[in-house]
């Protein structure tokens, strides 16, 4: 799973935290491997059970927003007149932080997980959506052209050439998304619940302590860096035209 | 082969119509391959696309083979300027796709797709990604990708515009002996006076406000070889296309 250069990126992440914790000698920044000292004590405390809840909410966010926004998107993308119509809605919701209807979002769903859900899901939409949706705008004519002289129908055309021309563009709008729906986890996850690695770091971070809330978030860091690398892994499956040389 | 009566095609500017061009009769037959030459803008590849059944005539009608063309016919092959081919697609896939489009079993495309990558010599390619060939390998990949549907008409829109010289020439002579062997009827467009001359028996060359139909056929296609391009009747042929091209 991991390579050279992840191993390297780590290392670098935690030599500049040491560094960091030398000169600032302060147990609001205690060094690494006081932190990982620390680890079997807040797996003891649940750490693990945060991680799992945490990822639970993040994927079925992400997977919500993959499953209304790639479609809706790549169809705006080649459907000019409908793309006028709908765009100017995307452009008035999409800057709006989405935060603002909390009170709404608690008000419609409770305050159970999918409240939670919901509103990462929202927020990540539309980065998504807008991603695709230009992605799908920009397909080179002649592609389309080339497959349509073969005689293709337009479900053929979708799946020879929409689809695969978007999917780079779809994977990378998912990277941007995953670190958002990370962004407002911690946030999602500071209200109204008693899990989550948003939950488990703000109640360490209440009680002063610095050391479970530093694992708390290596959590988040873990939880990044596993999504990101299924990500890659997916790129590298479906997209492998874009590794050849 | 391919009989077209009265044709016309415009487009819309700031409301206005514009002609590309109207009035145009012509026919294409096997083993009399046609080339289409004119200015940027006079509407060769809008002819192309029509000819191939991907656009509708405004005006005028296109027969093929006596019938009314109306819509893509597995019959007739596009080969685009920018060969277009799908990056995500190796060369196999890329060769196999109109056979696969058409429900053809892979054991079927197998068959029919190999011997032709092995004729045009990039049967060693069959894994490559079109961005690890060079532009010469992907130009045979759209032929193999267009033969493999065994048209009976082969339309190229300007196949060979962005080759070196030596590749040109010989994809020229490739295309040639293709033609000939499957008695397949041509329609090439291009901006270069030496391949209209080479590749075509007719000349289709089109203006802004007109047209004009040229016998160019010195030397028959059966004769035909890259000796040709140092014949005299050849140059002469360049110069009579120069000519019309400048009126």
Redesign the interface.
């Known amino acids: 799973m991991f390579k050279g250069r992840t191993l390297m990126a780590v290392a670098v992440v935690f030599g500049i935290w040491y560094v960091l914790a030398f000169l600032f000698k302060t147990p609001i920044l205690p060094y690494p491997h006081t932190v990982f000292s620390t680890l079997p004590l807040s797996m003891e405390r649940g750490l693990g059970n945060h991680f799992g809840v945490s990822g639970y909410r993040i994927l079925l966010s992400l997977s919500w927003a993959l499953i209304t926004a790639v479609p809706l998107g790549l169809y705006l993308g080649r459907r000019k007149r409908i793309d006028e119509l709908v765009s100017p809605m995307i452009y008035l919701i999409y800057p709006i932080p989405k935060i603002v209807f909390l009170p709404l979002i608690l008000l419609l769903f409770g305050l159970g997980d999918l409240s939670k859900i919901f509103i990462i899901f929202i927020i990540v939409f539309f980065q998504i959506l807008v991603t695709t949706r230009d992605a799908s705008k920009g397909i080179?004519e002649?592609?389309i052209?080339?497959?349509?002289?073969?005689?293709?129908r337009p479900k053929?055309i979708f799946l020879?050439?929409i689809f695969?021309t978007c999917?780079p563009k779809i994977l990378t709008s998912l990277r941007v998304s995953i670190g958002t729906s990370i962004a407002v986890l911690f946030f999602v996850e500071s209200f109204a619940t008693e899990n989550g690695l948003g939950f488990f770091i703000l109640d360490a971070w209440s009680t002063l302590d610095y050391l479970s809330m530093y694992t708390g978030i290596m959590g988040m860091g873990i939880l990044g860096v596993v999504l990101y690398e299924g990500v890659d892994r997916i790129e590298r499956r479906y997209?492998?035209?874009m590794f050849?040389? | 082969m391919i009989e077209v009566q009265d044709l016309a095609a415009s487009y819309s500017e700031k409301g206005s119509k514009k002609i590309v061009f109207e009035n145009l009769f012509f026919e294409v037959s096997s083993g009399v391959p046609l080339s289409v030459i004119g200015p940027s803008g006079c509407g060769k590849t809008t002819l192309l696309y029509l000819l191939s059944g991907l656009k509708k005539p405004e005006k005028g009608e296109i027969l093929f083979r006596g019938e009314r063309l109306n819509g893509h016919r597995r019959e007739i092959a596009l080969v685009l300027q920018h060969y277009g081919l799908l990056p995500w697609k190796t060369v196999f896939q890329n060769a196999s796709l109109g056979l696969r489009i058409r429900g053809f079993s892979k054991k079927e495309t197998k068959k029919t797709v190999l011997p032709i990558l092995r004729e045009l010599t990039i049967d060693h390619l069959l894994d490559r990604f079109p961005n690890q060939l060079s532009g010469g390998e992907k130009q045979r990949v759209a032929i193999a990708r267009a033969l493999a549907l065994k048209p009976s008409l082969l339309l190229l829109d300007e196949p060979f515009s962005s080759l070196d010289a030596f590749t040109r020439e010989h994809l020229q002579n490739l295309i040639l002996n293709i033609c000939r062997q499957r008695e397949l009827a041509l329609v090439h467009v291009t901006h270069s006076i030496e391949e209209a001359v080479f590749l075509g028996e007719k000349a289709l060359v089109m203006n802004e406000g007109g047209y004009d139909l040229l016998s160019i056929n010195g030397v028959g296609m059966a004769e035909r070889d890259s000796e040709y391009r140092k014949n005299d009747l050849f140059h002469q042929y360049c110069n009579l296309l120069r000519g019309y091209l400048k009126r």
């Open positions: 080179d002649e592609q052209l080339s497959v349509l002289s073969l005689g293709a053929q020879h050439t695969p999917l997209c492998r035209w050849s040389t």
